[in-house]
């Protein structure tokens, strides 16, 4: 199977001029030594300093001028309204029709890459958000309600829904369609107008699936958002201050697996896997290849931090817990919601054992939660290619939008060149990004450990928690090479 994938090799990555084995080697030593690295000479937390988060874990509208919310607000309106509007009165023919495009590439692949590059632009144009305020009639709930209620009986919402983004998206082969696409977007905004209605903006926030995903991918950018005014900041401390929750760690886990779907089944083994099927057939397939990645990213955390509490003393053979976080240990930052007011926690004395520590989110939870920078950095490289192409072809569809004949921008006879990019850069630009993403979460790992563990467990524990960045570099790399 891996002589497969690797012979499926990704247009432009031969440009970097190593053979696929040779650089899935030179990537899996380079982690390994920087590893090697950080456990000889990175022996406290360097990025947790004690910092609280409250201003990393507010929406960026939240205190900024009112003029600024208004103008973000009714841009993210407008912008929606067009795209509705465009793919119920557009052409019902692929190609013809630019909602896919604007949904699919622009939205999904640009979203990733504008918020790794310039922060949490989504919830600052927020459309749903700004729908829920002025729909939402009943009194407000008192202040932090909200953020009490983030992990709890609806955590599974956003990842359901950014699940059903993904099957239309990898799953279903009619998902392209413009018209399936008008259906999964008036579906989706129509659950989100209603949960505004009925339950107020809190609900929206927590539940609406992008505004999850994009606001912690969010904190790779080296921009942050107070106020509605961009700040610069150490986009490693952000990630590594962010503990997360469950509602974050399923979105991360879907985002992740669907990304891997994506690239496994655009490989040659995959095809001769599924074979020829009815339309049926390959929806019922791929969406078990689907949940499989999926399941398969949950399953590897999961058992990298059962492994690494059983190691660190925090777990008995029975897996429950036998011993509370050592006294040195902390968790800084934990926000259980974007919106959560977070400051840091307070170690133990060691004049009072009885005194647990501050509970920390637990570790799978934070390990999925550090791979915020994996999922732009893959689900970019992978669709850097295509998401140069489609965004050309995007805008001499948007010059006629409706099939009509028009051409609103002059453009709609514009030739898309796929070598936009030479395709040298294209390879280096994507090796680059995946790399990155790989050597920050190591970077953060290993962070967070020290400051959940110290660095006597650390040295002990901590080497399932950085093998599963491990995993994520072959899975990505063979991947890439392969797709």
């Known amino acids: 199977m891996t002589a497969a994938l690797l012979a499926h090799a990704a247009e432009g990555l031969d440009a970097v001029g190593l053979s696929p084995g040779l650089l899935l080697y030179t990537v899996l030593v380079l982690l390994g030594l920087v590893a090697l ?25 939240d205190g900024a001028p009112r003029p ?11 912008g929606l309204v067009l795209v509705l509007t465009i793919a119920w009165w557009g052409s019902e023919q692929i190609g013809a029709n630019p909602a896919p495009l604007a949904v699919f590439s622009a939205f999904w692949t640009g979203g990733l890459l504008l918020s790794a590059l310039f922060g949490d632009l989504w919830r600052l144009v927020h459309p749903f958000d700004a729908v829920a305020a002025v729909v939402h009639r009943r009194p407000s709930a008192p202040a932090g309600d909200e953020d009490r209620r983030a992990d709890g009986g609806d955590w599974w919402v956003p990842g359901v829904l950014l699940g059903t983004f993904a099957w239309l998206l990898l799953a279903w082969p009619e998902g392209f369609q413009p018209r399936s696409v008008t259906a999964w977007l008036t579906a989706y905004v129509a659950l989100m107008v209603a949960g505004g209605m009925a339950a107020g903006r809190a609900w929206v926030r927590r539940n609406e699936a992008f505004a999850v995903l994009f606001g912690a991918v969010a904190r790779v950018s080296p921009l942050g958002w107070r106020d509605g005014r961009p700040q610069l900041r150490n986009p490693l401390t952000a990630i590594a201050a962010h503990d997360g929750d469950r509602r974050t760690a399923a979105v991360i886990a879907v985002a992740l697996g669907a990304t891997f779907f994506d690239a496994l089944s655009s490989t040659r083994w995959y095809a001769d896997l599924l074979g020829i099927r009815s339309t049926a057939g390959y929806t019922v397939a791929n969406t078990l290849g689907l949940v499989w990645t999926t399941g398969a990213v949950v399953v590897a955390w999961a ?13 008995g053979p029975a897996g429950a817990d036998v011993a509370p976080v050592p006294s040195e240990a902390r968790s800084v930052g934990a926000a259980v919601h974007p919106d959560a007011v977070a400051g840091p926690a ?6 009072s054992p009885a005194s647990p520590a501050t509970p920390a989110a637990p570790t799978a939870v934070g390990l999925a939660t550090a791979f915020v920078a994996v999922v732009a950095g893959f689900a970019v490289a992978h669709d850097l290619t295509s998401f140069l192409v489609d965004q050309q072809n995007l805008l001499a569809l948007l010059s006629d939008p409706f099939a009509r004949g028009w051409d609103l921008l002059g453009i709609v006879d514009l030739a898309t060149d796929d070598t936009l990019l030479p395709l040298t850069v294209q390879a280096w630009l994507r090796l680059g990004l995946v790399v990155a993403a790989l050597l920050v979460t190591l970077v953060v790992v290993h962070d967070r450990c020290l400051a959940r563990l110290g660095p006597a467990v650390t040295a002990r524990a901590s080497w399932p928690v950085l093998g599963a960045v491990g995993l994520a570099a072959v899975a990505a790399m063979t991947l890439l090479l392969g797709g």
Request: proline share 7%.
């Open 303 to 315: 058992l990298c931090a059962r492994t690494s509490d059983r190691l660190a003393g925090l777990t």
């Open 37 to 61: 690295a950080l456990r000889s000479s990175w022996a406290r937390p360097r990025l947790l300093t004690g910092a609280g988060t409250a201003d990393e874990d507010r929406w960026p509208t």
């Open 346 to 351: 307070t170690p133990a004395s060691p004049a």
């Open 68 to 78: 600024l919310v208004i103008a973000a607000r009714a841009t993210g309106v407008a």
